[in-house]
């Protein structure tokens, strides 16, 4: 019981003495590193769970293995008409400082860091306290489609920039203004304990560790402090399902370039085919001209085939002649001994030769002739019957 009473005294001390440092000292009350946080991550806002909640951008905290995401969430501020001014790092005695972000009627300085959602680097243009409602500007602010009454649009310019840090190497180089000096001497509410409570839970996620994400947490966002699953998450641009669009959007270029290199590859096969056979087409054409013009070099050689067709020619001529001592028909009458001797008459008519196909009839019609003038004849070997 003792134990008990001595540790709530404890806090209660605590809590005077946080109370009671000013409101600059109170802004920068938290860790001192030397090394720079990330850039802010890139997300998609998700909707607002309940009229009267108001955004809190994400931010990196640094913990006991660096620096670590804690989501943009929507939280119930602790009394109405207290607006959230974020917490950001600050360059200040050679390390990085961060200023602790609190709840006041008025948006202070925040190192003029672009958080988005109407925290520009300058106030606040994502709504404002009207009759005890809040109004939400809804050009900057989701709160889904006819859910909120109490809504307007105005035109919010968003600056490009992901600098999470005011001042040292690389910084915002945003000084705070007199108004927002003014809003930091003012009385403010440090943040709620939802709003802690979701900083420790994001502390232990593994996940959220810049060392693990590499600044793209696949939880970006969250439509309630702690929920870190379910419809509310969000991841973060270039994580998560982005992170597996990238890859399929990677693969559809490797296989593109693949598909590419395979065209140009069976379009250069293709080429290398047609010029094998326009070189083969022309060589053909080159040997087919050849053997056209080859003959037409040797033309003496195919002179000399008359001369064997005249040679040929003239061979029945020649047989013609040689079979004229023949006398087929004679033969005819073996008996006919004396037609023999009656070759004088047919050598008489040898010059005659000179056209033996018109001669060869005559000799066969002289034939008979010959065997009447051989009658007479006859009779001679009969008067020789002495020898």
């Known amino acids: 019981m003792k134990m008990r009473t001595l540790r709530s005294l404890r806090f209660f001390l605590?809590?005077?003495?946080?109370?009671?440092?000013?409101?600059?000292?109170?802004?920068?009350?938290g860790v001192s590193i030397?090394?720079?946080?990330?850039?802010?991550?890139?997300?998609?806002?998700?909707?607002?769970?309940?009229?009267?909640?108001?955004?809190?951008?994400?931010?990196w905290a640094y913990g006991d293995e660096g620096y670590y995401?804690?989501?943009?969430?929507?939280?119930?501020?602790?009394?109405v008409g207290l607006l959230w001014t974020p917490g950001y790092w600050g360059w200040s005695d050679g390390a990085y400082v961060w200023n602790e972000g609190y709840w006041g009627p008025e948006v202070g300085f925040y190192g003029g860091v672009n958080y988005g959602y109407g925290y520009g680097g300058v106030g606040y243009e994502g709504g404002y306290w009207r009759n005890n409602q809040f109004s939400y500007n809804t050009y900057v602010n989701n709160?889904?489609?006819?859910?909120?009454?109490?809504?307007?649009?105005?035109?919010?310019?968003?600056?490009?920039?992901?600098?999470?840090?005011?001042?040292?190497?690389?910084?915002?180089?945003?000084?705070p203004s007199a108004a927002e000096e003014s809003a930091a001497h003012a009385r403010h509410e440090a943040p709620t304990a939802a709003q802690s409570s979701h900083k420790n839970a994001a502390s232990q996620n593994h996940e959220l560790l810049a060392s693990v994400n590499h600044g793209r947490?696949?939880?970006?966002?969250?439509?309630?402090?702690?929920?870190?699953?379910?419809?509310?998450?969000?991841?973060?641009?270039?994580?998560?399902?982005?992170?597996?669009?990238?890859?399929?959007?990677?693969?559809?270029?490797?296989?593109?370039?693949?598909?590419?290199?395979a065209t140009r590859t069976s379009e250069n096969k293709a080429a290398e085919n047609k010029a094998a056979e326009n070189k083969a087409a022309a060589t053909r054409t080159s040997e087919n001209k050849a053997a056209e013009n080859k003959p037409a070099r040797t033309q003496p050689a195919p002179a000399a085939q008359p001369t064997r067709n005249s040679a040929r020619s003239t061979q029945p001529a020649a047989r013609s002649e040689a079979a004229r001592p023949e006398a087929k028909p004679v033969r005819a009458n073996p008996s006919a001994q004396p037609a023999r001797q009656a070759a004088p008459p047919r050598t008489q008519s040898a010059p005659r030769a000179a056209a033996p196909q018109r001669q060869a009839a005559p000799r066969q019609a002289a034939a008979p002739k010959a065997?009447?003038?051989?009658?007479?004849?006859?009779?001679?070997p009969e008067q020789k019957e002495p020898r």
């Not at 995401?69 to 009394?79: F, K, M």
């Not at 035109?155 to 992901?162: F, G, I, M, Q, S």
């Not at 065997?371 to 001679?380: D, G, I, L, N």
């Open 143 to 175: 709160v889904g489609e006819g859910r909120f009454h109490n809504t307007y649009r105005k035109t919010v310019v968003n600056r490009a920039n992901y600098v999470s840090y005011n001042g040292g190497s690389g910084g915002i180089t945003a000084r």
């Open 217 to 261: 947490p696949p939880i970006a966002a969250t439509s309630k402090p702690g929920e870190f699953s379910g419809k509310g998450v969000v991841p973060a641009r270039g994580a998560a399902a982005e992170n597996k669009a990238a890859e399929n959007k990677a693969a559809e270029n490797k296989a593109a370039a693949n598909k590419a290199a």
């Open 34 to 59: 030397r090394i720079a946080p990330p850039q802010l991550v890139v997300y998609a806002q998700p909707v607002c769970p309940q009229e009267g909640y108001l955004w809190m951008p994400g931010y």
């Open 14 to 29: 605590l809590t005077l003495v946080i109370l009671a440092i000013p409101a600059t000292s109170f802004a920068q009350f």
């Open 69 to 79: 995401w804690v989501p943009g969430t929507w939280v119930e501020p602790p009394a």
């Open 371 to 380: 065997q009447q003038q051989a009658r007479p004849s006859e009779a001679k």
